[in-house]
């Protein structure tokens, strides 16, 4: 499970989203998602620049999102499920 804290979200970003599965969901500051990442994500950001610098499109703002990202064991892992995936990505990696 993956939960995003929006920490700072540009003012006009209407088509910014993160989409799981076949559900989107815009960020809002201070307002949590939690979601399962074993579904098919993708988040979208319409506030970034073509890398020549101009915008993608005359309605869509500049600006920083910053999203605090904090990692959850999904709850119908077994024992033996967390040691393995703890071997595989020791804390602090």
Not at 14 to 40: A, M, N, Q, T
Request: net charge negative; with cysteine; charged share 20%.
């Amino acid at each position: 499970l993956r939960c995003h804290l929006p920490l700072a979200v540009p003012n006009k970003t209407s088509g910014s989203y993160l989409r799981v599965g076949e559900h989107c969901v815009s960020w809002e500051e201070g307002k949590p998602i939690l979601f399962d990442d074993s579904f098919l994500h993708s988040a979208v950001y319409a506030g970034c620049n073509d890398s020549d610098g101009s915008s993608i499109s005359s309605d869509q703002s500049s600006g920083d999102r910053i999203v605090l990202i904090v990692d959850f064991w999904h709850p119908s892992l077994s024992v033996a499920d967390r040691t393995a995936l703890g071997v595989l990505y020791p804390p602090g990696s």
